[in-house]
Structures are given as structure tokens and as C-alpha cells.
């Protein structure tokens, strides 16, 4: 685990209640099957924010996401299929993705964050959020040959993601994520915001209405 790592650990881990359905907190040993040469790669310092939709969109939907946390696994599953489905291919609506490690689990939290950049780097966005699903689908049976299949499935290197998550090769894009979402007043996995502005849930609501409600008035 890496310095940068263990400083926002103690940075952000403070928080000790849940609210409406969000998770609050609680260096990788690969094993794996997969026949990998994991020498170390040099770590990636930036890269953009995985989108899907239109650069120019009027409308966008910033999601602070942990990947080991199941209230993230049941929106990305639900309640995100539903918005993408209503509100995608067309020209005003853009998603993104920040990463924002609670963590809920020290080990998959940043290993699935690893494993999905790395299929950002070497594939697309849209390739980002295709595994992102697939792991969010899969949460409950995370293991490293898991990720491992789902980054074949998806078109990429499965031993290139396992390397890429062995060397927390984007550790630092995943903490410039997590310190974005701080200043933003991120406290609890998901967040929703939509064009800056959070996405509140009261106790008992729905998320998708919510959300769904805040992108229909800035349309």
C-alpha cells in the first residue's frame, strides 16, 4: 500500500454512520492463476475522467463511486441502468465516473479501481463502464482471477490489469478522485451530483427519482 494510500485512510476515515443507503468506511498480494510477469510499471499520475456521453452536454451527472461497497453495487446495477437508459444517446446528458474509496474493503476497494482504469487506459470509456458493471454484478465473488476474467471478457489484457492492480499503478488518479470528492462535501458511496449540485435522498426516498427529477430541471 502506498504512502499517498494510508494518508487519505486516515484523511477521510473519520465518518461512522450510514445514511440513506450509502457506505462509510471501515499494496496488493497477487494470486492469481493467470500466468502473469508482474513486474512492477511506473505509476499513471492523471487520467480523465471515464464519460459516457457527449463532451458538450448541458446536463452532467458526476457519480462518486467505491467499488467494494454494495450500496454502489445496487445503484450501478439498478437505478444507474434506468438514467443511462433514459437519458443517453442523445446530445444533452453526460456521466461521470470519480472513484472514491471509502474504503469499505482496504483490498478491493483500490484493487477493482486499479483493474477498471486499466481497462480505461488500454481500451475506452465505454469499455471502463462495461467492466465497471460486471464488477458491481460480481461484488459478492471478488477474487483477482475474477477480474482477471472480466477484464478478457471486456477486451482487455487480463494480465495487464492484474500487473496494473499489483503495482496500484493508478493509485494516484484514484486519491486525486477521493480529494475532488472531499472538497465536494463527499462523505458516503454513492454521491450523485448533477451539474455541481448534490444529489440529496431523504430517508425513504428513491434514489433514480431524485436524480432523475434534479437532470430534468437543468434540461
Keep these: 500500500m502506498t504512502t499517498r494510500r494510508r494518508a487519505y485512510l486516515t484523511a477521510v476515515g473519520s465518518a461512522a454512520t450510514v445514511g440513506l443507503a450509502g457506505c462509510l468506511g471501515g499494496g496488493e498480494s497477487i494470486q492469481t492463476s493467470y500466468d502473469c510477469d508482474l513486474t512492477s510499471r511506473e505509476p499513471v499520475s492523471s487520467l480523465p475522467q471515464p464519460t459516457l456521453g457527449p463532451d458538450d452536454a448541458s446536463v452532467t451527472v458526476d457519480l462518486f463511486e467505491d467499488f467494494a461497497c454494495p450500496h454502489c453495487a445496487t445503484f450501478a446495477t439498478g437505478s444507474l441502468q434506468q438514467l443511462k437508459t433514459e437519458y443517453l444517446g442523445g446530445e444533452d446528458v453526460r456521466f461521470r465516473?470519480?472513484?472514491?474509496?471509502?474504503?469499505?474493503?482496504?483490498?478491493?476497494?483500490?484493487?477493482?479501481?486499479?483493474?477498471?482504469?486499466?481497462?480505461?487506459?488500454?481500451?475506452?470509456?465505454?469499455?471502463?463502464?462495461?467492466?465497471?458493471?460486471?464488477?458491481?454484478?460480481?461484488?459478492?465473488?471478488?477474487?483477482?482471477?475474477?477480474?482477471?476474467?472480466?477484464?478478457?471478457?471486456?477486451g482487455a489484457a487480463p494480465c495487464s490489469v492484474m500487473r496494473d492492480i499489483s503495482s496500484e499503478t493508478y493509485d494516484q488518479v484514484v486519491a486525486d478522485n477521493k480529494e475532488t470528492g472531499v472538497s465536494r462535501g463527499v462523505e458516503s458511496t454513492p454521491q450523485i451530483f448533477v451539474n455541481g449540485t448534490k444529489v440529496t435522498v431523504p430517508r425513504g426516498g428513491d434514489r433514480y427519482t431524485e436524480i432523475s427529477n434534479a437532470i430534468d430541471a437543468n434540461l
Excluded: C, M
Excluded at 482504469?117 to 458491481?136: G, I, K, M, N, P
Design 97 to 154: 465516473h470519480f472513484d472514491f474509496p471509502i474504503p469499505v474493503s482496504e483490498t478491493w476497494s483500490y484493487a477493482v479501481a486499479n483493474a477498471a482504469r486499466s481497462v480505461q487506459e488500454s481500451l475506452t470509456d465505454a469499455a471502463f463502464f462495461e467492466f465497471s458493471l460486471a464488477a458491481y454484478q460480481n461484488q459478492a465473488d471478488y477474487t483477482y482471477d475474477l477480474l482477471g476474467d472480466l477484464a478478457d471478457t471486456v
